[in-house]
């Protein structure tokens, strides 16, 4: 079945740019049925959809975020990836990478296991 | 800005039946909103219960269910476990797009 996994620094700086990617195994990144989503959860914290990206290279943005977010996906090494710029204390978090079934059952699944980013000097 | 509600907390009986709502600041949930449910635990990740209003995920027992009830989606649980203690979260799609993730309910089990 599909796995998911993010790997990446868990310590950032203040202002430093973080930058997270996601290992998809058993399945393809390539899938047409599928986008990939990045979510994150603050500690104690809810969970927060930070956006999504195709394929193609495709994407759709948190408007919270937008303007330090950027996504990429690598179809060779069937990854995709999270870059989030200037950050601060408040984009500490766990990030997780996700499925979103695109067909007319709209929903995440799987799930990566998580990855706990913490920005401090 | 569309906002997801969700009761921040609930407390239910073993064996006693529970419904956790998920709403939206901007109006009626509805199925063109794909409501799904997660359920977490604490340090895992999520784990997919419910989507498309109603559907359950393979392996999610039949106590859990999901149903529209007046302008908010709702997840069940008949015959709470005491393994059920866990937050659950909604998240709807909001459309071009988008989606948004509820605040999350943690349910005591007790």
């Known amino acids: 079945q599909v796995q998911l996994q993010e790997s990446g620094p868990g310590l950032v700086k203040p202002s430093e740019t973080l930058s997270l990617t996601c290992t998809v195994s058993?399945?393809?990144?390539?899938?047409?049925?599928?986008?990939w989503s990045w979510i994150r959860q603050p500690p104690g914290k809810g969970l927060e959809w930070i956006g999504y990206?195709?394929?193609?290279?495709?994407?759709n943005y948190n408007p919270s975020l937008k303007s330090r977010v950027t996504f990429s996906v690598d179809t060779s090494k069937n990854q995709f990836s999270l870059k989030l710029s200037s950050v601060t204390a408040a984009d500490t978090a766990v990030y997780y990478c996700?499925?979103?079934?695109?067909?007319?059952?709209?929903?995440?699944?799987?799930w990566g296991q998580g990855t706990l980013v913490t920005v401090s000097s | 800005q569309t906002v997801v509600t969700q009761e921040p907390s609930f407390s239910v009986s073993p064996g006693g039946t529970v419904t956790l709502t998920c709403g939206l600041s901007?109006?009626?949930?509805?199925?063109?909103?794909?409501p799904s449910w997660y359920q977490q635990t604490p340090g895992q990740a999520p784990r997919t219960l419910i989507y498309s209003t109603n559907t359950r995920s393979s392996g999610v027992p039949d106590r859990f269910s999901g149903s529209i009830l007046g302008n908010k989606a709702a997840l069940t649980i008949t015959g709470a476990q005491a393994d059920d203690e866990s937050d659950y979260y909604c998240?709807?799609?909001?459309?071009?797009?988008?989606?948004?993730f509820g605040g999350g309910t943690k349910l005591t089990v007790l």
């Open positions: 058993g399945g393809s990144v390539s899938s047409g049925s599928y986008y």
């Open positions: 901007s109006g009626s949930v509805s199925s063109s909103n794909y």
């Open positions: 998240v709807l799609y909001i459309g071009s797009g988008f989606w948004v």
């Open positions: 990206i195709f394929y193609s290279g495709s994407t």
């Open positions: 996700a499925r979103v079934i695109m067909t007319s059952n709209l929903h995440y699944d799987p």
